[in-house]
């Protein structure tokens, strides 16, 4: 059972910042995207923010591009997610995966998720 430990989150106003942080096993960091994705209630899951650790490759969909910033310790087998300039619309539950590319259908692994809420 692969096991992603995610921290951070919570509540903050608009215009805020709040930090994410997802730590992976070794053998799935080193060869695996990884990266946060977030649903609110009725909506699918979409993508946040990703990274190939191996390289520090990231890719970000347009609403969180120049807001949110994904990096990496791979000493850690840590990612991190700083979200600054924090919108309403942001509010969601986000999910730190793991998995063979950005997209949700081809998430191997999936942390349990931690509440961001943005007033």
């Known amino acids: 059972h692969v096991q992603l430990v995610e921290s951070g989150g919570g509540s903050v106003q608009a215009g805020g910042s709040l930090s994410l942080s997802c730590t992976a096993p070794e053998n799935i960091y080193s060869r695996m995207w990884m990266g946060w994705f977030r649903q609110v209630p009725g909506k699918e899951r979409e993508r946040v923010a990703c990274i190939f650790p191996a390289v520090g490759a990231t890719n970000y969909p347009n609403p969180t591009k120049g807001r949110f910033t994904i990096s990496r310790d791979n000493a850690k087998n840590t990612v991190t997610l700083q979200m600054n300039s924090l919108e309403p619309a942001d509010t969601a539950m986000y999910y730190c995966?793991?998995?063979?590319?950005?997209?949700?259908?081809?998430?191997?692994?999936w942390g349990q998720g931690t509440q961001v809420t943005v007033s």
């Open positions: 995966a793991a998995g063979r590319g950005c997209l949700p259908s081809i998430v191997d692994y």
